[in-house]
T-cell receptor, first 111, second 112 residues
Framework: KAGVTQTPRYLIKTRGQQVTLSCSPISGHRSVSWYQQTPGQGLQFLFEYFSETQRNKGNFPGRFSGRQFSNSRSEMNVSTLELGDSALYLC??????????FGPGTRLTVL | GESVGLHLPTLSVQEGDNSIINCAYSNSASDYFIWYKQESGKGPQFIIDIRSNMDKRQGQRVTVLLNKTVKHLSLQIAATQPGDSAVYFCAENIRGGNQFYFGTGTSLTVIP
């Protein structure tokens, strides 16, 4: 069974731009969660989608948004990028409230 | 926000010794915990989980202990190997959805 895939793996953007990251969960997994990982703040929960609906949301500004498609693939979007948005963005999929399987992440650098 | 903290940011052990990584959590309503291992350049990898109705759970070379009285979680790795060198995170689930709060991580270095 293929694991969680994330694209792109690396991304460089400048302040003010927007970015869209993609995540394909493990086949059959309907829950997709997104996390931001930085050296200073660690792993922080962004949001979770289940069956195309946002089920949980972390404490991030409205510039961070996401969506999930009918095939469970998910995208997250960050608008008006700031330097502090530089981070590793991780996607995780699961069947329910259970073991989460993480992808390799997308490394975003904002210049 | 919720607080899931680790007592030690770094830990060095000799190959073959046992390792113990600790984690303190703050919310007594937490009912599900996961330990993850993260190697450089990779996403976190599931190691073992435990639900609040248990005190101990064992896997292959790993054991998780949960003390709900003092809100403490530990991961024990038996016969630590060089491949165990990584950052270890505990994660706490509170509200029943898939929203996990992660600790800051402990960097484990195994000395050959």
């Amino acid at each position: 069974k293929a694991g969680v895939t994330q694209t792109p793996r690396y991304l460089i953007k400048t302040r003010g731009q927007q970015v869209t990251l993609s995540c394909s969960p493990i086949s059959g997994h309907r829950s997709v969660s997104w996390y931001q990982q930085t050296p200073g703040q660690g792993l922080q929960f962004l949001f979770e989608y289940f069956s195309e609906t946002q089920r949980n949301k972390g404490n991030f500004p409205g510039r961070f948004s996401g969506r999930q498609f009918s095939n469970s693939r998910s995208e997250m979007n960050v608008s008006t990028l700031e330097l502090g948005d530089s981070a590793l963005y991780l996607c995780a999929s699961s069947l329910g409230v259970s073991e989460q399987f993480f992808g390799p992440g997308t490394r975003l650098t904002v210049l | 926000g919720e607080s899931v903290g680790l007592h030690l940011p770094t830990l060095s052990v000799q190959e073959g010794d046992n390792s113990i990584i600790n984690c303190a959590y703050s919310n007594s309503a937490s009912d599900y915990f996961i330990w993850y291992k993260q190697e450089s350049g990779k996403g976190p990898q599931f190691i073992i989980d435990i639900r609040s109705n248990m005190d101990k759970r064992q896997g292959q070379r790993v054991t998780v202990l949960l003390n709900k009285t003092v809100k403490h979680l530990s991961l024990q790795i038996a016969a630590t190997q060089p491949g165990d060198s990584a950052v270890y995170f505990c994660a706490e689930n509170i509200r029943g959805g898939n929203q996990f709060y992660f600790g800051t991580g402990t960097s484990l270095t195994v000395i050959p």
